[in-house]
C-alpha cells in the first residue's frame, strides 16, 4: 500500500508540472520570443546598496512623500491588486514640515506631551507656558506625532482651540476624530462631530469623509452594527446615499477583513443598490487580498459568472494577485492566457501580480522579461513593480539579486517605499547591518514607522540583544513616534521570553496606563508570575529566618557561599513553566 501510494503521489505531481511547463511554454513563446534577457544581476551596485555595513549614499533620490496611486488605500480598498496592509492613520498624517520654525514648535509641543504624560496638569501648565504660535500646520503636526496617545493629543487639540486667532479645520477634526476611533472612544468622537455641525456658528463643517472616518473606525474593531448604523446617518446629515457610498461602506468593511459581512450586506441591498461588476470587485478583492483564501475567491468568481456580472480588469487583477500570494504559479499563468484569450488588455496591476509570482517561483529571468514586455506596451513599472521582484528575492535568500533590482531601481530614479526596506531588513543578519540599513534609509528621505520598529524590536529580542532592543524603543519617541498597542505587545513578549519579567510587568503596567487594548494572554501569564513571586519571596522570607539560627555561628567561622547567578536562575525557570503551562510562543516562524 505505501508503495502505491508513493507512485500515486509522484504521478500526482509530475502531472501538475507538465501541465504547468505546457502552459508556462506556450505564455513564454507568446511573450519573450524576441526578448533578450538582460539581468542586472552581475552588474556593479550602487554605492547606496553595495554594503550594509560600509558603504555610504552619494547620490540620495528626492524622496517621494505621496505614495503611488497603486498604494493609496482609496485605490487599493476597491481593486488593488498590490493590496499590502494599509497604514489606519491615513487622516492623521503630518505635511513634511519645511519651515525649520514649525518643526521645532511641532517638537517643543511634542516633547511636553510625552515628559507630562502622567500629569495632565503639569501638561497643560507647561503647553500654556511654551510660547508656540498655533497653525493649523502646526496642530497636524502634533496630532501626527501622539496619535497614539489620545490623552495627550486631545489635550493639546482642546488647548489649541481656545488660542486666539485660530480655529480647527476640517482637516484637524478629522485627524482628532480618527485618533479617537483608533482608540474606540466613539462617544468622545461624536462629541467632536456634534461640534463640527455648527451649532453655534451656524456653519456645518460635516462631510460624508467624517461618517465614512467613523464606518472605518468601527469597522476596525469589528463592529460592524454601528458601522451600518454609521452609513444610514447619512440621511440625517442630509447626504447622498448612492451606490458611490455603499461601495465605500463595502470598502470599508473587506479593509479590515469583515468580508463575509460586507458580500451579506451587498446581497441584503440588491433591490437598493443593484449588483454590478464594482460592488463584486471589492468583495472578490476582500477575499483575495485581504483574506487571501483562494477557496472563497473562486466561489465569488463562479457566483459572479453565474449571475452575469461581467469581469473586467479588475477583477482579473484581484484574482491573479491572489494566486500569485498563494505561491500557484500555475493558475496565475492559466488565468493570464484566459484574460488574454478574451481580449482583456492586462494594467499594470496585473503585471505586478505576475511578475511577483514568477519571482516567488524563482523564474527571475522570465520576470524581468515580463517587466520589459509591459514597457514595451506602455506601462511603466512602478515602485510595486520592483517590491514584487525584491520582496520574494529576499525571502528566497538571493541577497545579491535582490540588490541589483534595487540598483536597477535607483537608476530609473524610482524611490524605495518603507516596505522595500522591510524586505531587506528581514534578511539582515547583525545588530550592525540593521543600524547601518536605518540610516542609509533616513539618508534615502524614507523614515521608519511604527511597522519597522515592531519587526526590528522582534528580530533584537530573538537574537536576544535587548541592549539594541530598548536602543530603538528609545529611538522611536526621539523620532516622534508613539508606541502604540502593538508595539508594546511585541516588546512584552520579548522581554518576558527573555526573562526580563520585572521589565515585562513594568511596560505592560506601562501600555495600560495609556488606556490601551490589553492582551488577554499576557495579563494572563503576568499575574501568574506576581502570583508565584510572591509565594516564592514569603517562602524565601520564612526558610531564611528558620535558618538564622543555625547558621549564625558557622558565619562566624567561614563565609557563606553566595550564588552570584541566582536570581537569574530563578527568574529563567519561573519563565519557563509560565510557558510551558500556557503554551506560549514568541518566536514566529
Not at 458580500?263 to 437598493?272: G, I, P, S, W
Request: net charge positive.
Amino acid at each position: 500500500m505505501q508503495g502505491i501510494r508513493t507512485i500515486r503521489c509522484n504521478l500526482s505531481r509530475f502531472v501538475i508540472l507538465a501541465r504547468t511547463h505546457l502552459i508556462f511554454s506556450h505564455f513564454e513563446s507568446t511573450h519573450f520570443a524576441n526578448l533578450t534577457v538582460e539581468r542586472p544581476l552581475s552588474s556593479k551596485f550602487s554605492t547606496a546598496f553595495s554594503s550594509f555595513s560600509t558603504s555610504s549614499l552619494e547620490t540620495p533620490i528626492t524622496p517621494k512623500h505621496l505614495k503611488e496611486p497603486e498604494e493609496c488605500s482609496s485605490d487599493n480598498d476597491d481593486n488593488g491588486s498590490d493590496m499590502e496592509n494599509d497604514d489606519d492613520d491615513d487622516d492623521v498624517r503630518g505635511l513634511n514640515l519645511s519651515d525649520d520654525g514649525l518643526f521645532q514648535d511641532a517638537k517643543t509641543i511634542v516633547n511636553i506631551l510625552q515628559e507630562s504624560s502622567d500629569n495632565r496638569v503639569e501638561m497643560k501648565s507647561k503647553i500654556e507656558q511654551c510660547g508656540v504660535k498655533v497653525s493649523q500646520e502646526l496642530v497636524l503636526e502634533v496630532l501626527s506625532r501622539v496619535r497614539n496617545d489620545w490623552e495627550a493629543a486631545f489635550t493639546f487639540f482642546l488647548w489649541a482651540a481656545r488660542q486666539p486667532g485660530y480655529a480647527h479645520s476640517v482637516r484637524e477634526y478629522h485627524s482628532m476624530i480618527s485618533i479617537l476611533g483608533k482608540m474606540r472612544k466613539f462617544d468622545t468622537a461624536w462629541v467632536l462631530i456634534d461640534e463640527m455641525r455648527g451649532v453655534k456658528t451656524g456653519v456645518s463643517l460635516v462631510t460624508p469623509q467624517t461618517l465614512l472616518i467613523m464606518i472605518r473606525k468601527y469597522c476596525a474593531v469589528h463592529d460592524v452594527g454601528r458601522a451600518i448604523n454609521t452609513f444610514y446617518a447619512y440621511k440625517r446629515f442630509k447626504f447622498d446615499m448612492g451606490i458611490e457610498e455603499f461601495q465605500s461602506l463595502l470598502s470599508a468593511l473587506c479593509r479590515y477583513k469583515n468580508v463575509q459581512d460586507a458580500e451579506q450586506l451587498m446581497y441584503c441591498n440588491k433591490a437598493v443598490f443593484p449588483l454590478n461588476t464594482k460592488s463584486f470587485n471589492i468583495v472578490l478583492n476582500g477575499w483575495c487580498n485581504l483574506i487571501g483564501s483562494p477557496r472563497e475567491s473562486e466561489r465569488v468568481w463562479r457566483e459572479m459568472s453565474k449571475r452575469g456580472i461581467r469581469f473586467d480588469v479588475v477583477s482579473y487583477a484581484s484574482m491573479l494577485s491572489c494566486y500569485s500570494k498563494a505561491g500557484s504559479l500555475y493558475r496565475v499563468l492559466r488565468l493570464y492566457k484566459q484574460m488574454k484569450k478574451i481580449g482583456i488588455e492586462p494594467d499594470r496591476k496585473v503585471y505586478n501580480a505576475v511578475i511577483h509570482a514568477l519571482a516567488k517561483g524563482r523564474l527571475v529571468n522570465e520576470a524581468f522579461n515580463l517587466m520589459k514586455a509591459m514597457e514595451e506596451k506602455g506601462v511603466a513599472p512602478n515602485i510595486v513593480t520592483y517590491n514584487s521582484l525584491i520582496k520574494p528575492l529576499c525571502r528566497a535568500r538571493k541577497v545579491e539579486e535582490a540588490k541589483g533590482v534595487f540598483d536597477d531601481m535607483l537608476k530609473r530614479c524610482i524611490s524605495p517605499t518603507i516596505r522595500t526596506y522591510h524586505a531587506f531588513f528581514r534578511i539582515l543578519r547583525t545588530g550592525e547591518e540593521v543600524f547601518a540599513l536605518l540610516e542609509k534609509m533616513r539618508k534615502m528621505g524614507c523614515q521608519p514607522i511604527n511597522d519597522t520598529y515592531i519587526m526590528l524590536i522582534r528580530k533584537f529580542c530573538r537574537w536576544r540583544q535587548l541592549e539594541n532592543v530598548f536602543k530603538l524603543w528609545d529611538e522611536m519617541s526621539e523620532n516622534g513616534i508613539s508606541p502604540d498597542r502593538s508595539s508594546y505587545i511585541v516588546l512584552i513578549h520579548g522581554l518576558f521570553l527573555n526573562g526580563e519579567l520585572d521589565a515585562a510587568h513594568k511596560y505592560y503596567t506601562e501600555m495600560k496606563e495609556k488606556q490601551l487594548l490589553p492582551e488577554p494572554k499576557i495579563d494572563e501569564m503576568l499575574q501568574t508570575w506576581l502570583s508565584n513571586k510572591q509565594i516564592a519571596e514569603g517562602q524565601n522570607t520564612e526558610s531564611r529566618s528558620n535558618q538564622l539560627d543555625c547558621s549564625q555561628s558557622r558565619e562566624q567561622t567561614r563565609g557563606i557561599p553566595k550564588r552570584s547567578h541566582e536570581r537569574n536562575f530563578i527568574r529563567q525557570a519561573e519563565t519557563r513553566k509560565v510557558v510551558r503551562e500556557r503554551g506560549f510562543s514568541f518566536w514566529e516562524p
